[in-house]
């Protein structure tokens, strides 16, 4: 595990540091955010592909990662295609000033490879186990995981069709599933981790695979999900009603105007 846990740290900060390079010459920071899916499938390969037996649970574990970081890859080159920086980074780039490349390369590049493999555990603990039957607890956690991409999937489709409607411009999405939750995407990411972590609860200690979910589950509630988003949106009227009827995270019915009053 120890070796494992070495080697992957090292793949992956020479992995973030190639992305850092293509993100100064493109003098785009948001380049990072393709680095992120990709990452994990490049862990989870490493892992696979370097053990000379591999066995079953390693196959649905490199099949549930590629999946969910190809589409989640896929989504970000679309949905940036063509839009410059995002604007979280084109902030950070006026506020570092004059130390913005040092601290892009230890505060975007670096920390995001060192949360990557945070969050990766469970997928170390798989790689590492010589566990190989599959046990019901690994179809529940592939159930979980199914849950998590719909979500994901789906949300992000049906952002990505409201905001190509010149129609919407400025406004607020609250159809679908955003009609039942104003961060469905974030629920359905939580959710794919939560469905890793239970396939590695089969595996020797897998339990400590916990950190994984509570990391990115702990991230996009209070740090730079939920919260950096909707600051974004404090001063608009929509955003404000839209808030006081759908839920934040967990999907559920839009309240009514009278269970507001």
Do not use: C
């Not at 380049?31 to 990452?39: E, H, L, R, T």
């Not at 970000?76 to 390369?105: C, H, L, M, T, V």
């Not at 916990?210 to 001063?235: A, H, N, Q, R």
């Amino acid at each position: 595990m120890r070796d494992m846990i070495i080697y992957s740290f090292s793949l992956i900060m020479m992995y973030m540091t190639v992305f850092y390079v293509m993100a100064i010459i493109k003098k785009d920071n948001s380049i990072v955010d393709y680095a992120w899916g990709i990452g994990f499938i490049v862990v989870t390969a490493y892992g696979v592909f370097s053990d000379a037996a591999i066995h079953i649970r390693q196959w649905l574990l490199f099949a549930m990662i590629a999946i969910w970081g190809l589409r989640l890859a896929i989504y970000i080159f679309i949905r940036n295609k063509g839009k410059g920086e995002d604007f979280r980074y084109a902030q950070w780039r006026k506020d570092w000033g004059k130390f913005f490349y040092i601290r892009s390369f230890l505060q975007v590049f670096m920390l995001q490879g060192i949360l990557l493999l945070i969050i990766a555990f469970p997928i170390l603990l798989i790689n590492t186990s010589t566990n190989q039957e599959l046990q019901v607890l690994d179809f529940i956690g592939v159930f979980v995981w199914a849950i998590g991409m719909f979500f994901e999937g789906v949300s992000d489709y049906q952002m990505h069709v409201f905001k190509k409607d010149q129609r919407n411009k400025g406004r607020i999405i609250n159809i679908g599933l955003w009609k039942y939750s104003r961060h469905p995407n974030y629920f359905g990411e939580v959710m794919v981790w939560w469905g890793i972590f239970l396939v590695a609860l089969q595996v020797s200690h897998g339990i400590y695979g916990i950190i994984g979910p509570l990391v990115i589950t702990f991230l996009l509630l209070k740090v730079s999900g939920i919260p950096m988003l909707e600051k974004k949106y404090d001063d608009n009227p929509a955003y404000k009603e839209y808030k006081k009827i759908t839920s934040s995270f967990f999907p559920w019915f839009p309240k009514k105007k009278k269970e507001m009053m």
